[in-house]
C-alpha cells in the first residue's frame, strides 16, 4: 500500500508534465509546423461528414515521448 502523499506528489508531477506537453504542443500550432498534416495521416472528406486519422503524427509522438522517458529514466537511475 503507498502512502496518500507520495501519490499526491505523482499525480502533481503528471499534472505538470500533461501541461508541459500541452503548452509545447500549443506554441508548435502557433509557428505553423505541419503537426496533424503529415504525410501519412489519413483525412475522407465525404457529403456526410470528415474521418481524420493522424497515424504519421501519432507514430512522430510516440517515438519522441519513448525517446524523452528513455532519457529521464536513465538520468534518474544514476
Not at 6 to 22: E, H, N
Request: hydrophobic letters at 55%; charged letters at 15%; glycine letters at 14%.
Amino acid at each position: 500500500m503507498t502512502d496518500l502523499s507520495t501519490l499526491g506528489k505523482w499525480i502533481i508531477f503528471a499534472g505538470l508534465v500533461v501541461a508541459a506537453v500541452g503548452g509545447l504542443v500549443w506554441l508548435a500550432g502557433k509557428t505553423g509546423l505541419p503537426i496533424g498534416r503529415l504525410p501519412g495521416d489519413i483525412l475522407i472528406k465525404r457529403d456526410g461528414g470528415v474521418f481524420y486519422f493522424p497515424i504519421a503524427t501519432s507514430i512522430l509522438f510516440s517515438l519522441g515521448l519513448t525517446l524523452l522517458l528513455n532519457l529521464i529514466l536513465r538520468l534518474f537511475k544514476r
